[in-house]
């Protein structure tokens, strides 16, 4: 098992940044892809940006490229999200995942999920 927890949401205007965090612990050997989704009200969940490996190979959604970074500190177990250039689309929970090997930007693919951390842009 792996437990996810998520941080760094909060309120924000548009343009301005956010940082997320997602801290790892327990089986931290299944943290090979860590992966950040999305989900607005009413919408699906939606992959947004991915780590893969301990050089963090990165993968990022069209929507969130370029202004989104993603990175990890191996050391802490820690993911990280930062949210630059903001808009009110991005408003979401945004949730941590991982568990898979696969290069996947599939929800059902990561069997374990944080608790997910709100993220709203003001307009």
């Known amino acids: 098992q792996v437990q996810l927890v998520e941080s760094g949401g909060g309120l924000v205007q548009a343009g301005g940044s956010l940082r997320l965090s997602c801290a790892a612990s327990?089986?931290?050997?299944?943290?090979?892809?860590m992966a950040w989704f999305r989900q607005a009200l009413g919408q699906e969940r939606a992959f947004v940006a991915a780590?893969?490996?301990?050089?963090?190979?990165?993968h990022y959604a069209d929507s969130v490229k370029g202004r989104f970074i993603i990175s990890r500190n191996n050391a802490k177990n820690t993911v990280y999200l930062q949210l630059n250039s903001l808009k009110p689309e991005d408003t979401a929970v945004y949730y941590c995942?991982?568990?898979?090997?696969?290069?996947?930007?599939?929800?059902?693919?990561?069997?374990?999920w944080g608790q997910g951390t709100q993220v709203t842009v003001s307009s």
């Open positions: 327990g089986r931290t050997e299944s943290t090979y892809r």
């Open positions: 995942a991982t568990g898979t090997t696969k290069m996947s930007d599939v929800s059902g693919e990561y069997p374990y």
């Open positions: 780590c893969t490996g301990s050089g963090c190979t990165t």
